[in-house]
């Protein structure tokens, strides 16, 4: 077979298996595991239990993932999408996650500001 037919069908197979609906939750040993600054782990934490039965790639990424994806701006909650992106947030925009699930709660959604606002 050709390498480029592989690595499509290699594709398609990942895709198909991402889709599978593994949810994570928060005794992930992904979370557990997770390293960096208190406030990151705990961000991590609200993640697991909100985010990730969506948003599965998710769990690997470390506090620089989330950075070189544009998921958050340092120092800055409004201009980061996933503070931006959570329903009741205090930004001005009307967030709209997590979908099909309960809104975060008022402590979850300052655990990930105080992550946001607290990176170096």
Not at 2 to 7: A, R, V, Y
Not at 12 to 29: A, H
Request: with cysteine.
């Amino acid at each position: 077979m050709k390498k480029g037919i592989k690595i499509v069908l290699l594709l398609v197979f990942l895709v198909m298996l991402e889709g599978c609906g593994k949810v994570k939750n928060s005794s992930s040993s992904d979370v557990a595991s997770a390293s960096g600054t208190e406030a990151f782990v705990a961000a991590k934490q609200v993640v697991a239990d909100k985010c990730l039965s969506c948003h599965s790639a998710w769990t690997s990424y470390s506090e620089a993932d989330y950075i070189s994806k544009n998921l958050v701006t340092k120092k800055n909650p409004t201009n980061s999408s996933i503070y931006n992106r959570i329903r009741g947030n205090d930004t001005g925009t009307a967030g709209d996650m997590p979908q099909s699930n309960p809104n975060l709660s008022q402590s979850e959604m300052q655990l990930i500001k105080t992550w946001i606002n607290n990176i170096e």
